[in-house]
């Protein structure tokens, strides 16, 4: 206990003199302490240390010239082409195959047209509609074809 540490004074910036100050054993001056660091910035500095997880520092491969790049573009179009042709029969038929296996979910489609063909009509009737689009002309054009498979389906 008799033994006491003192911290030395020291000029302020106006020119001033600080007193020399008496502190006890252990005592450690602000300016020399460390900042308190929580767990999750501890974990963010651990991570960020660690580095990118995969990241694959080999040398990069040499960029091809700009006319290269032209020349492949340019080339691009014409090999899609021709193979084009030969693809599209393959996506259409899974399209004609593609019903839905539940006849309820089936139904409810089918009313749902139809409830939309007979509020086109509706709106024609009040004339809210004076000219139709394409598709409402198609839409109501199939409306016997949606009755007679709503008919099919009820049977």
């Known amino acids: 206990m008799d033994e006491q540490e003192f911290v030395g004074g020291s000029r302020r910036p106006d020119g001033t003199y600080r007193k020399m100050r008496r502190v006890k054993p252990g005592y450690v001056p602000p300016e020399e302490q460390s900042a308190f660091i929580s767990r999750g910035k501890q974990f963010q500095m651990d991570r960020d240390a660690m580095g990118v997880v995969g990241l694959n520092l080999a040398p990069p491969m040499p960029a091809a010239s700009s006319a ?77 074809d949606l009755e007679a498979q709503l008919a099919a389906l009820s049977l």
Do not use: F, H, W, Y
């Open 68 to 144: 290269a790049k032209k020349k492949k573009k340019r080339s691009k179009p014409k090999a899609k082409s021709t193979p084009a042709a030969a693809p599209q029969p393959d996506k259409a038929e899974p399209q004609v195959s593609a019903e839905p296996l539940d006849p309820v979910k089936q139904e409810k489609k089918l009313k749902k047209k139809l409830r939309q063909i007979e509020q086109l009509e509706a709106d024609m009737a009040d004339g809210k509609v004076t000219e139709l689009n394409e598709d409402q002309k198609k839409k109501l054009e199939s409306k016997a």
